[in-house]
């Protein structure tokens, strides 16, 4: 992987990443699909992708309305907030 | 040159469960901020996401509804991207595998009737809102309406105007109320739709560039920013540019359209199959569940309306548009009123009232047995049709039902043979200058005698039997 | 604190000791050796009041079969009003408002906890040594990693810290720190127990289970932990089997799958060894050993690396700055925050990961990578099933080396996941999973991974304890504990 398409990969995952960071990763995801690339020599022409354990089904719930959070507790933890809202720099649309 | 516009439309319906598709809280609209989001819908650190069955149910009922396949597999995946209003980093959205695919619906246009196909709807989660006025260069985020579930039905690029597109929206409107899978609430951004617009020379096979409008909030601005979308893009091709494939937000106060980013981001969402999530089996039950459910569509009851009642195309649209409506008529009739003077009152008379009173039919202050009352009085001759006007607004404010209140009033019509007589020959006597202009053969002044008579009858003879007795008794 | 669960609930039911001297006593042994960075949240007071509150339920005459006993959770799993950070700088504060259903249940079953486990950042490592809060020391050789990611869980067990802790595993983050801390530990099957309120790694792996002393230990806890969760919809509505009852059946007529390639590629010779001699112990016992196959496990390790850090990369979007956590102190602008934010909030492993998953999803590279890693999988899983024709358990080693030292492979992420060539595929399968002590090299642990059907866990149980009644390796304490 070269500097490009690392910083191109980090701006999607939003990872600040320094000049010296970018030559890291650049060599170690380079190794890392070295590694990954071993999986070609398996063929798997036909064969169905498995995304999940099979015995994995999706259970459904019910539409009930359940227990609420007090709002206080809810954003206990939150960074910055104002009249029970989430504070952000402002988002030019 | 000669254009043709080629519009597809996508709809977001919010679906009208009690709770989100994925988590136990809440979906009523107008709540403070972020006191019906829990810890699933905040994304906090180790929560995952629960499908809520009756948003499936209401999904494949749509399906059935619109005559599409509704896939027994259909599977969850995570559209990834960073916005504040995006609690997870990812919104759930069905991408290669929809529950619903293949479907169409049939709308009236004024060239006649015309089939629009639906490519898919699928299943997929609501974000939250971003708040951007009076908060100091903030943003602040409410996750009320993260987690809600959202219907997303995808149209073909069927349409060929801005018409036809509001009539494919209002089908499809009339048409989730009826089922009952969404309240329709524009205002709220309960039915929200965006139109991929394009224009091409006509007679040309391939599609031209499509812009997509978005924030189009009602049914009036869908037609305002496509038509507006339409000339401009005529306007650039006409003057040899090209249109940009491009998001354009429609300004209803300016009317117009315009580009919402000065340089297109290019989006990577890296949709995969959300891991939380094995493939959803729409099970027989859950699809036996969706087909007793199915109400009588729309289209057919129209159909059975005009057929059954004898009301014309434009009475019988008007009284299937809406489930309640359509109910309360058949309430009417059902209790007596003939069919064709009802259609005439209850979308006449009673609507207008709802609408001056802003209120839905399900508020209405005359019951459906009240109204067929008053109707059965004007039928066997008690009231004329105009004083049953009174009696009705009589009615509406409380007054009673129709036989108190036109007994209360005074109201009965005179339809007795003799009395009428008496009062037209008192008429005929008192104005022999007018009698003999008629003898004269001015015609026209019969209605002058009908007016007279009416006015001395205080409005309650029979105005069929002034004109027989008149018409007897004038004649030389 | 060298007792088993078993023999505990034993002593707190007959009266011979309270809750209350158990957890004082593991509180003093996690202050003694403080040095090993087994924890990352001690609260005394409240574990002393829980403690005491067991001891009153149990007089009341409302005991079940662990109220009373201590534990500690992999600060991996959320604990109302208790810190919990995921071994990350992003979490280091946060308190979280809910329970995880696992320390919901074990609450329910009575047991107290103590504190919460040191862990690799994310469970994103097979040393603990990505944790931020620094790395945890293996009590057989404290130069030594203790393994990972439940690296602090295993470490505290093995010094009898505390008599069990619980774990998480999403490519061996249970059994390998199990096997280099020379304890039991055990992966269930993917669905068995819920994973709400456990910090997501990569949810189609990841499963929650129980570290202890022993197999017999493991079977209680398991009971305590498994089952149904309305929160989680992948968490299976199938009955819990009692595991204790089925501890002492014999294994005659056992068919152990052995797989010729586990005792080459790279194992070292000691602990090829001490696995064969394991093997010749169940023979003893009336198993039969059974040549099986797995040819597409070959390719797990670069299968997982793909997968896990794609569903990461996803899992991990959350942590924004935005509702709780992290935020970084200074930013221009939205864009600036979440890249600050997220840029000094994760380590270099995690980051690393997150990458690795971005580019796998990523256009252009989805079908190379993520699909065909997929496709992979299936293989993978299929090569199981057909095993499971021939065989009811697969036996073979946990790790193909015993404890590292500290700072040997963490300049080289290629070496550290190769770490975990023989446990990755079961989480591919969904398989559940042992492993057990079966012996030392070199004066270190080596584990023994005993492989089930689906959801085969009472077995798996029963088969772990049978070698334990005939074995003493699991009751070994490293010297000075």
């Given at each position: 992987m070269n500097a490009e398409e690392i910083e191109k990969v980090a701006h999607l995952a939003r990872l600040g990443l320094g000049a010296a960071e970018r030559e890291g990763y650049a060599r170690e995801l380079s190794r890392i699909l070295d590694l990954v690339s071993q999986m070609n020599a398996a063929a798997t022409e036909g064969v169905e992708p498995m995304t999940h354990p099979d015995a994995a089904g999706l259970r459904l719930r019910d539409d009930v309305v359940g227990p609420e959070i007090d709002r206080d507790r809810l954003l206990a933890g939150a960074p910055l907030t104002r009249d029970g809202l989430y504070l952000v720099p402002r988002v030019i649309e | 040159m000669e254009w043709e516009t080629v519009i597809g439309l996508e709809v977001h319906a919010q679906l009208n469960t009690r709770s989100k598709i994925f988590s136990t809280s809440k979906t009523a609209y107008g709540a403070p901020p972020n006191t019906q989001a829990n810890v699933v819908d905040a994304a906090f650190p180790g929560v995952l996401p629960v499908l809520n069955r009756e948003a499936v149910r209401m999904a494949a009922q749509f399906g059935l509804a619109i005559g599409a396949t509704v896939h027994r597999r259909s599977v969850f995946a995570r559209k990834n991207y960073f916005y504040p209003d995006l609690p997870k980093g990812y919104q759930i959205s069905q991408y290669e595998?929809?529950?619903?695919?293949?479907g169409h619906l049939a709308i009236t246009t004024p060239a006649g009737e015309k089939v629009v196909g639906i490519t898919r709807a699928h299943l997929e989660e609501d974000a939250g809102k971003s708040l951007h006025e009076d908060m100091n260069g903030f943003t602040g985020i409410d996750l009320n309406r993260a987690g809600t579930p959202l219907l997303e039905i995808v149209s073909e690029p069927d349409m060929r105007s801005a018409a036809e597109a509001v009539a494919y929206l209002k089908t499809l409107h009339t048409l989730v109320r009826y089922l009952d899978i969404c309240d329709g609430n524009m205002q709220e951004g309960s039915f929200r739709c965006d139109a991929n617009v394009s224009v091409r020379p006509m007679g040309q096979a391939r599609l031209g560039t499509r812009a997509e409008l978005k924030n189009i909030n009602s049914f009036r601005f869908v037609e305002r920013a496509i038509d507006y979308e339409v000339r401009r893009q005529i306007a650039v091709l006409s003057s040899g540019g090209q249109v940009r494939q491009e998001t354009r937000l429609y300004d209803s106060a300016r009317d117009e359209t315009r580009s919402m980013r000065s340089k297109e981001e290019a989006h990577d969402y890296r949709y995969f199959p959300d891991p939380d999530l094995p493939a959803l089996i729409v099970s027989e039950a859950l699809m036996a569940e969706a087909t007793l459910a199915m109400p009588e569509l729309p289209d057919a009851k129209r159909r059975r309306f005009s057929a059954q009642y004898g009301l014309s195309a434009y009475d019988a649209g008007v009284l299937a548009s809406s489930r309640e409506l359509a109910q309360f008529y058949e309430d009417v009739v059902a209790a007596g009123a003939e069919p064709k003077l009802a259609a005439n009152w209850v979308t006449g008379e009673l609507a207008a009232r709802l609408n001056a009173d802003g209120l839905d039919i399900a508020d209405t202050r005359v019951a459906a047995p009240a109204l067929a009352g008053l109707l059965r009085r004007i039928a066997d001759g008690t009231v004329s049709g105009k004083a049953a006007k009174d009696v009705f607004e009589a009615m509406w404010t409380g007054a009673g039902d129709a036989d108190a209140v036109i007994d209360a009033r005074g109201l009965r019509q005179v339809s007795d043979d003799a009395a009428i007589e008496e009062v037209v020959r008192q008429v005929i006597a008192a104005n022999p200058k007018q009698l003999a202009q008629y003898r004269a053969g001015e015609e026209k002044v019969f209605t002058f005698f009908v007016g007279q008579t009416m006015k001395a009858s205080r409005g309650k003879a029979n105005p069929a039997k002034v004109n027989e007795i008149l018409k007897r008794l004038l004649a030389p | 604190m060298t007792l088993t669960i078993t023999k505990i609930a034993e002593d707190l039911a007959a009266g011979r000791c309270s809750s209350r001297e158990l957890v004082d006593d593991a509180l003093a042994r996690i202050r003694a050796h403080a040095s090993l960075n087994a924890f990352i949240t001690v609260d005394e007071d409240a574990a002393r009041r829980d403690a005491e509150a067991a001891d009153r339920a149990r007089h009341a005459g409302g005991a079940g079969a662990l109220t009373g006993v201590p534990i500690a959770h992999k600060d991996i799993f959320c604990t109302m009003g208790v810190k919990t950070t995921c071994g990350s700088r992003m979490l280091a504060d946060f308190v979280p408002p809910y329970d995880a259903t696992v320390v919901r249940k074990m609450k329910a079953a009575g047991c107290v906890m103590v504190g919460k486990t040191n862990m690799d950042e994310f469970a994103m490592g097979s040393s603990n040594e990505t944790s931020y809060f620094g790395p945890v020391r293996n009590p057989w050789d404290r130069d030594r990693v203790p393994g990972g990611s439940s690296g602090g869980s295993a470490a505290a067990v093995a010094a009898r810290l505390v008599p069990a802790a619980t774990g998480t595993d999403t490519g061996g983050s249970i059994r390998q720190p199990a096997a280099l801390c020379g304890i039991t530990g055990l992966k269930p099957s993917y669905g068995r127990v819920s994973r709400y309120g456990l910090i997501a790694f990569a949810s189609s792996l990841d499963q929650a289970g129980p570290m202890a002393q022993t197999a017999e230990d493991c079977a209680h806890l398991l009971a305590a932990m498994a089952g149904f969760d309305e929160h989680d919809a992948t968490a299976l509505d199938v009955p819990v089997p009692d595991y204790v009852a089925g501890l002492g059946r014999d294994l005659k007529g056992l068919r152990i799958g052995v797989v010729a390639g586990h005792f080459a590629q790279g194992v070292e010779p000691l602990v090829a060894e001490a696995v064969r001699e394991a093997l010749r112990e169940y023979e003893r016992a009336g198993a039969v050993l059974v040549d099986v196959t797995l040819?597409?496990?070959?390719h797990a390790v670069p299968c997982y690396y793909v997968l896990a850090p794609a569903e990461a990369s996803s899992n991990l979007a959350r942590y924004d700055g935005v509702r709780y956590g992290f935020r970084a102190p200074e930013y221009q602008d939205l864009e600036d925050m979440y890249k600050k934010t997220r840029s000094q909030g994760f380590g270099p492993e995690v980051k690393r990961r997150i990458m690795m998953g971005t580019y796998a999803l990523s256009a252009g590279y989805y079908d190379a990578y993520y699909v065909k890693a997929l496709r992979l999988r299936r293989l993978i899983a299929d090569d199981f099933a057909r095993a499971f024709e021939h065989c009811d358990v697969i036996a073979g080693p946990v790790s193909p080396s015993t404890a590292f030292a500290l700072g040997a492979k963490n300049t080289d992420p290629v070496s550290m996941y190769l770490n975990d060539i023989f446990t990755i595929p079961v989480n591919l399968a969904g398989l559940p999973a042992i492993s057990l002590p079966a012996g030392f090299a070199g004066g270190l642990p080596v584990g023994l991974q005993l492989i089930g059907r689906y959801l085969d866990e009472a077995r798996l149980l029963n088969v772990a304890h049978r070698f334990q009644q005939v074995t003493d390796w699991h009751t070994r304490v490293p010297a000075g504990f």
């Amino acid at each position: 992987m070269n500097a490009e398409e690392i910083e191109k990969v980090a701006h999607l995952a939003r990872l600040g990443l320094g000049a010296a960071e970018r030559e890291g990763y650049a060599r170690e995801l380079s190794r890392i699909l070295d590694l990954v690339s071993q999986m070609n020599a398996a063929a798997t022409e036909g064969v169905e992708p498995m995304t999940h354990p099979d015995a994995a089904g999706l259970r459904l719930r019910d539409d009930v309305v359940g227990p609420e959070i007090d709002r206080d507790r809810l954003l206990a933890g939150a960074p910055l907030t104002r009249d029970g809202l989430y504070l952000v720099p402002r988002v030019i649309e | 040159m000669e254009w043709e516009t080629v519009i597809g439309l996508e709809v977001h319906a919010q679906l009208n469960t009690r709770s989100k598709i994925f988590s136990t809280s809440k979906t009523a609209y107008g709540a403070p901020p972020n006191t019906q989001a829990n810890v699933v819908d905040a994304a906090f650190p180790g929560v995952l996401p629960v499908l809520n069955r009756e948003a499936v149910r209401m999904a494949a009922q749509f399906g059935l509804a619109i005559g599409a396949t509704v896939h027994r597999r259909s599977v969850f995946a995570r559209k990834n991207y960073f916005y504040p209003d995006l609690p997870k980093g990812y919104q759930i959205s069905q991408y290669e595998h929809p529950i619903v695919e293949h479907g169409h619906l049939a709308i009236t246009t004024p060239a006649g009737e015309k089939v629009v196909g639906i490519t898919r709807a699928h299943l997929e989660e609501d974000a939250g809102k971003s708040l951007h006025e009076d908060m100091n260069g903030f943003t602040g985020i409410d996750l009320n309406r993260a987690g809600t579930p959202l219907l997303e039905i995808v149209s073909e690029p069927d349409m060929r105007s801005a018409a036809e597109a509001v009539a494919y929206l209002k089908t499809l409107h009339t048409l989730v109320r009826y089922l009952d899978i969404c309240d329709g609430n524009m205002q709220e951004g309960s039915f929200r739709c965006d139109a991929n617009v394009s224009v091409r020379p006509m007679g040309q096979a391939r599609l031209g560039t499509r812009a997509e409008l978005k924030n189009i909030n009602s049914f009036r601005f869908v037609e305002r920013a496509i038509d507006y979308e339409v000339r401009r893009q005529i306007a650039v091709l006409s003057s040899g540019g090209q249109v940009r494939q491009e998001t354009r937000l429609y300004d209803s106060a300016r009317d117009e359209t315009r580009s919402m980013r000065s340089k297109e981001e290019a989006h990577d969402y890296r949709y995969f199959p959300d891991p939380d999530l094995p493939a959803l089996i729409v099970s027989e039950a859950l699809m036996a569940e969706a087909t007793l459910a199915m109400p009588e569509l729309p289209d057919a009851k129209r159909r059975r309306f005009s057929a059954q009642y004898g009301l014309s195309a434009y009475d019988a649209g008007v009284l299937a548009s809406s489930r309640e409506l359509a109910q309360f008529y058949e309430d009417v009739v059902a209790a007596g009123a003939e069919p064709k003077l009802a259609a005439n009152w209850v979308t006449g008379e009673l609507a207008a009232r709802l609408n001056a009173d802003g209120l839905d039919i399900a508020d209405t202050r005359v019951a459906a047995p009240a109204l067929a009352g008053l109707l059965r009085r004007i039928a066997d001759g008690t009231v004329s049709g105009k004083a049953a006007k009174d009696v009705f607004e009589a009615m509406w404010t409380g007054a009673g039902d129709a036989d108190a209140v036109i007994d209360a009033r005074g109201l009965r019509q005179v339809s007795d043979d003799a009395a009428i007589e008496e009062v037209v020959r008192q008429v005929i006597a008192a104005n022999p200058k007018q009698l003999a202009q008629y003898r004269a053969g001015e015609e026209k002044v019969f209605t002058f005698f009908v007016g007279q008579t009416m006015k001395a009858s205080r409005g309650k003879a029979n105005p069929a039997k002034v004109n027989e007795i008149l018409k007897r008794l004038l004649a030389p | 604190m060298t007792l088993t669960i078993t023999k505990i609930a034993e002593d707190l039911a007959a009266g011979r000791c309270s809750s209350r001297e158990l957890v004082d006593d593991a509180l003093a042994r996690i202050r003694a050796h403080a040095s090993l960075n087994a924890f990352i949240t001690v609260d005394e007071d409240a574990a002393r009041r829980d403690a005491e509150a067991a001891d009153r339920a149990r007089h009341a005459g409302g005991a079940g079969a662990l109220t009373g006993v201590p534990i500690a959770h992999k600060d991996i799993f959320c604990t109302m009003g208790v810190k919990t950070t995921c071994g990350s700088r992003m979490l280091a504060d946060f308190v979280p408002p809910y329970d995880a259903t696992v320390v919901r249940k074990m609450k329910a079953a009575g047991c107290v906890m103590v504190g919460k486990t040191n862990m690799d950042e994310f469970a994103m490592g097979s040393s603990n040594e990505t944790s931020y809060f620094g790395p945890v020391r293996n009590p057989w050789d404290r130069d030594r990693v203790p393994g990972g990611s439940s690296g602090g869980s295993a470490a505290a067990v093995a010094a009898r810290l505390v008599p069990a802790a619980t774990g998480t595993d999403t490519g061996g983050s249970i059994r390998q720190p199990a096997a280099l801390c020379g304890i039991t530990g055990l992966k269930p099957s993917y669905g068995r127990v819920s994973r709400y309120g456990l910090i997501a790694f990569a949810s189609s792996l990841d499963q929650a289970g129980p570290m202890a002393q022993t197999a017999e230990d493991c079977a209680h806890l398991l009971a305590a932990m498994a089952g149904f969760d309305e929160h989680d919809a992948t968490a299976l509505d199938v009955p819990v089997p009692d595991y204790v009852a089925g501890l002492g059946r014999d294994l005659k007529g056992l068919r152990i799958g052995v797989v010729a390639g586990h005792f080459a590629q790279g194992v070292e010779p000691l602990v090829a060894e001490a696995v064969r001699e394991a093997l010749r112990e169940y023979e003893r016992a009336g198993a039969v050993l059974v040549d099986v196959t797995l040819p597409n496990s070959a390719h797990a390790v670069p299968c997982y690396y793909v997968l896990a850090p794609a569903e990461a990369s996803s899992n991990l979007a959350r942590y924004d700055g935005v509702r709780y956590g992290f935020r970084a102190p200074e930013y221009q602008d939205l864009e600036d925050m979440y890249k600050k934010t997220r840029s000094q909030g994760f380590g270099p492993e995690v980051k690393r990961r997150i990458m690795m998953g971005t580019y796998a999803l990523s256009a252009g590279y989805y079908d190379a990578y993520y699909v065909k890693a997929l496709r992979l999988r299936r293989l993978i899983a299929d090569d199981f099933a057909r095993a499971f024709e021939h065989c009811d358990v697969i036996a073979g080693p946990v790790s193909p080396s015993t404890a590292f030292a500290l700072g040997a492979k963490n300049t080289d992420p290629v070496s550290m996941y190769l770490n975990d060539i023989f446990t990755i595929p079961v989480n591919l399968a969904g398989l559940p999973a042992i492993s057990l002590p079966a012996g030392f090299a070199g004066g270190l642990p080596v584990g023994l991974q005993l492989i089930g059907r689906y959801l085969d866990e009472a077995r798996l149980l029963n088969v772990a304890h049978r070698f334990q009644q005939v074995t003493d390796w699991h009751t070994r304490v490293p010297a000075g504990f």
